[in-house]
């Protein structure tokens, strides 16, 4: 069985991820971070707000509901709860996801889009089929559809990024879906949303050319050239019904994939004129494969999320030179967490129910600290990752978990938040001089990672700062190189005692965010500690 297949793959990559992550060395990001002797144990950041490396792009912080366990039916959706607006949307969850600020939302998957047939979900609700999705084994009831997926967003505040089916589905039904969504009247696919009773084109910018076309769990997995040139085929016809879109063709679903970079290549070369964006994925564990159980190992994993993202778009500049393009392309990250302990066996197969409990990744702090650093590392290659949606919101592998009377918050969702209200304006290029320590097969790291923005519109400046030494409290000292910043509005700190402590709905507060003390500033120095494994946020008004 199909399902059964890829949960084999998944098993068997874990394996192979051993080779692969024992391999990966730091990248590009050394060249913005700088490593300072043991000796001098202060860790320093150097910063000069004339040094930016790009302006933000908050779809950055996207993130992403697919059909799949308790996402949509019982997480966003569930008209059967007193929670519920006369939508059947969860109140609730709808005030987070606004509360949150979330910009982009990735839909409706996933591997499961690859067998997904959109016109199942539009309609009048009672004539639409219940479906078996192959990817999940599970059954869809199809209640919930396109647009209702365009409403929660509306109400969410959230743009909608579309996910199209390239597995079983054909450029022409992509196509279809675009004039669905997108063209005003007059054609046979907007008569169709007229009918159904929404007059207004939704005009859905951004759109993913199927989704890890490279895994052969994928359904409808197919070589590179094939795939590059569906999708080549899919972006000129949806094109031809709506010139503004945005296109992200499916780049490999990992480093621990065997065709790793030569997928994104041989794709890139039939399809590179006619797509914007190349998407990466990736989930990291703290697994005897990976890490040796190591947590030190596991809260560096971000710097190889650097050379991921640095070897991806060496590839897309290699084609983009064979191609002699004027066009450079952005990467959309757009499948990324920490997910290891609920891939396999029943975490991963919903024996044919609705809404079954599926990829409930229960989160500690530790995982929440590896978060706080993919956010510095995404934030520092804002220069050409345009997009990333964190994977994904709610109940599976998700910062937000609800259940029949309410919600609570992983502690994944504090640095996400953080990144959400904090990261804003320009991001600032910084100096980050660091003590390092050693881990099996890595360069040496870093005890101090940094990332930082500045908000032209305000003056104000957010730094977010991870710092890796898991028993020590680590000295930092701001070094301003121009106008120093003085008032602290915000200072806090997401630490703990136990590496391994879990929020949950008895304890939803064991791990949260404290008050740090304000540091202050004095001759164009800050100096502060940082307590031993934790995630802050400072943010200064200058
Ligand atoms: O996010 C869970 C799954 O991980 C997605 O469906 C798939 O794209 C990836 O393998």
């Known amino acids: 069985m199909f399902s059964d297949d890829r949960r084999h793959f998944l098993q068997q990559t874990g394996r192979v991820g051993l080779a692969c992550s024992a391999n990966l060395v730091l990248g590009r990001f050394l060249s913005a971070q700088a490593q300072t002797s043991n000796a001098n144990q202060t860790a320093r950041i150097f910063i000069d707000c004339r040094r930016t490396v790009a302006t933000l792009d908050r779809n950055l912080f996207g993130s992403f509901l697919e059909h799949l366990g308790r996402a ?18 969860r109140k609730d969850v709808l005030e987070e996801v606004r509360k949150l600020g979330v910009p982009i939302i990735r839909y409706p998957g996933g591997n499961f889009v690859s067998g997904y047939n959109w016109l199942d979900g539009v309609g009048p609700k009672q004539d639409r089929p219940r479906v078996h999705d192959k990817a999940w084994n599970s059954m869809n009831s199809n209640q919930f559809g396109t647009n209702e997926f365009m409403a929660w967003c509306k109400a969410a505040g959230a743009e909608p990024l ?20 997108n063209v ?13 009773g929404f007059p207004e084109p939704y005009n859905v910018r951004h759109w993913c050319l199927g989704n890890e076309m490279d895994g052969p769990w994928q359904i409808g997995h197919m070589p590179a050239t094939e795939y590059g040139l569906k999708a080549q085929d899919s972006a000129r ?6 010139p503004s879109l945005q296109l992200i063709a499916c ?36 697994t005897p494969e990976d ?23 060496a590839v897309c500049d290699l084609v983009r030179g064979h191609k002699r393009s004027p066009k450079k392309l952005w990467l959309s990250f757009d499948e990324w967490n920490v997910w290891y302990r609920e891939r396999s066996g029943s975490a ?42 964190l994977a994904q919101m709610i109940n599976v592998i998700a910062p937000i978990m609800t259940n029949g009377t309410g919600l609570f918050r992983q502690t994944i969702y504090h640095p996400y938040n953080w990144a959400l209200q904090y990261a804003r304006g320009s991001v600032l290029n910084l100096l980050v001089q660091s003590p390092t320590y050693e881990v099996s097969h890595m360069d040496p790291v870093p005890y101090l990672d940094a990332a930082g923005t500045l908000n032209p519109e305000n003056g104000q400046i957010s730094l977010f700062l991870l710092n890796r030494d898991l028993s020590k409290a680590r000295e930092v000292e701001i070094v301003w190189e121009d106008s120093p910043a003085t008032r602290v509005v915000t200072s806090l700190v997401l630490t703990g005692n136990d590496l391994k402590a879990v929020n949950s709905f008895d304890a939803p507060q064991r791990v949260q965010p404290q008050a740090l003390d304000k540091p202050s500033t004095s001759g164009g120095r800050t100096k502060f ?7 802050t946020v400072i943010q200064w008004q200058s």
């Open 237 to 242: 016809q949806m094109r031809y019904v709506d």
């Open 529 to 535: 500690e940082l307590p031993p494994r934790s995630y």
């Open 162 to 181: 579309m996910g199209l089916n390239l597995g079983t589905g054909t450029p022409e039904q992509a196509a279809a879906l675009v004039e669905y969504c």
């Open 251 to 286: 780049g490999s679903s990992g480093p621990f994939m065997p065709t790793y970079l030569e997928w994104d290549r041989e794709v890139l070369e039939q399809c590179y004129d006619y797509v914007d964006g190349l998407s990466l994925h990736r989930y990291f564990g703290n």
């Open 291 to 313: 890490t040796g159980g190591d947590s030190e190992k596991f809260v560096a994993l971000n710097l190889t999320m650097d050379r991921q993202i640095a070897e991806t778009l």
């Open 184 to 196: 005003d009247k007059g054609t046979e696919w907007s008569e169709l949303r007229r009918k159904h």
């Open 72 to 89: 949509i039916y019982e997480g966003i959706y569930d008209p059967g709860s007193k929670l519920s607006d006369s939508n059947g949307f």
């Open 348 to 389: 991963v197969n919903g024996h044919r129910q609705e809404a079954p409990h599926l990829l409930e990744e229960v989160y500690n702090l530790e995982d929440a600290l590896l978060v706080g650093g993919l956010i510095i590392t995404l934030l520092r290659n804002a220069d050409r990752v345009k997009l990333a949606c």
